[in-house]
């Protein structure tokens, strides 16, 4: 099992569902960085189930910084953070019935056994509380040197908002109005309409799955290290490693296939002495590097597999066939509260880029310390 993510700025993630605590262990940022504990309980907030639309399961996230930090600020070595998890119910989860589209048999033929399943264990959404309370810290040192992101259910079911805006300025303020958004949508209208299409499925007994949209505003050019770590190569293996995420799309990624090339490309010209293109359709990426404008990109994200329905499945214990009802604590749809979660890995990979391209030190100094 491989639990670290990054080379010059690296996350390793630790813990289960139903264990003590989950956590995370920071490394490779520069000293210095302030760390806003009252901005990490806001994204925290975002994350946790507090609606009639998400889990019943209720954590506080009293989370605790054990190291790195100091007097507000890091010091330069490893920030662990470590969340409690105060209420389990781990009598839900009877071994051995696998639960359809989890990772429950998966994870049994690959540990043998010796997987912690209550749950979900190392494989919960759970796992994703110390991922966003480190993310809140990335994200922060992100924005002290000008660079934003934002991420907003773009559908849910067959109900759409609308996407982030076409050129820089739009972007940079609809990021601003997610920051401060109640629920994570870009047309209030939307928000409704999903609120009501997620609690129609709960209602039903069921889930409902939709597409996320990512943006980042402030990005220099020429960050990115093809081949094989471009930026489209580390974000996707970042996005990939949020559960429930089944595919990702680049600017207007799969749609490019129904025009030409003089639909799709992006046109350049001089504006105040920069290089910038007149559309966006490659999402702020040529050749796997940064050009400059904002980088896009929208993710699948499926139906919560836990639902109260009937199911066929096994019992892989005894080897027999089998029908499951899953009577657990279940979000109806992640896609509200998996969006601060893809903003900490989007977090992540720029740190980590951003580290490997001018140095560890180069967040300090843009934000002038």
Not at 51 to 56: E, G, H, I, K, S
Not at 162 to 187: H, M, N
Request: glycine share 14%; aromatic share 6%.
């Amino acid at each position: 099992m491989k639990n670290t993510f990054g080379q010059s700025v690296s996350l390793t993630i630790f813990g289960e569902s139903h264990g003590p605590a989950v956590g995370v262990v920071l490394d490779g940022l520069a000293p210095g960085l302030p760390v806003d504990e009252a901005y990490i309980g806001r994204q925290l907030a975002r994350r946790r189930p507090a609606t009639a639309m998400d889990t019943p399961r209720r954590e506080p996230d009293h989370y605790r910084i054990l190291s790195g930090v100091f007097q507000g600020r890091t010091t330069g070595s490893p920030i662990a953070i470590v969340i409690p998890n105060e209420n389990t119910r781990s009598e839900d989860y009877p071994y051995g019935l696998a639960r359809p589209s989890h990772a429950d048999y998966a994870a049994y033929c690959k540990y043998h056994g010796h997987e912690d399943w209550r749950g979900g264990g190392h494989f919960s959404g759970r796992v994703t509380a110390p991922l966003v309370a480190a993310g809140a810290i990335l994200l922060s040192a992100l924005s002290a040197a000008g660079i934003t992101v934002g991420t907003h259910i773009l559908r849910c079911g067959d109900v759409w908002d609308r996407p982030f805006a076409s050129d820089p300025q739009g972007v940079a303020a609809d990021i601003a109005q997610l920051q401060e958004a109640p629920f994570p949508t870009l047309d209030g209208g939307a928000g409704d309409a999903i609120s009501r299409r997620i609690l129609a499925a709960k209602d039903a007994g069921d889930s409902v799955g939709g597409i996320t949209q990512t943006a980042v505003h402030g990005l220099p050019a020429g960050l990115g290290e093809p081949w094989f770590d471009s930026v489209e190569s580390v974000l996707s293996h970042a996005v990939f490693s949020v559960g429930g995420v089944k595919g990702i799309e680049f600017g207007g990624g799969f749609s490019a296939v129904s025009g030409s090339g003089s639909d799709f490309n992006d046109p350049l010209r001089m504006e105040n002495g920069r290089v910038v293109t007149q559309t966006n359709h490659n999402g702020g990426i040529n050749g796997g590097i940064t050009n400059g404008m904002p980088v896009l990109f929208q993710c699948a994200v499926k139906p919560t597999p836990s639902i109260a329905r009937p199911q066929q499945t096994v019992d892989f214990i005894r080897g027999e066939n089998a029908q499951l009802s899953i009577h657990g604590r279940h979000d109806p749809a992640i896609i509200r509260r998996i969006c601060p979660v893809l903003d900490s890995v989007t977090a992540l990979v720029l740190c980590d880029l951003l580290a490997q391209r001018f140095g560890t030190d180069h967040l300090a100094k843009e934000a002038g310390l």
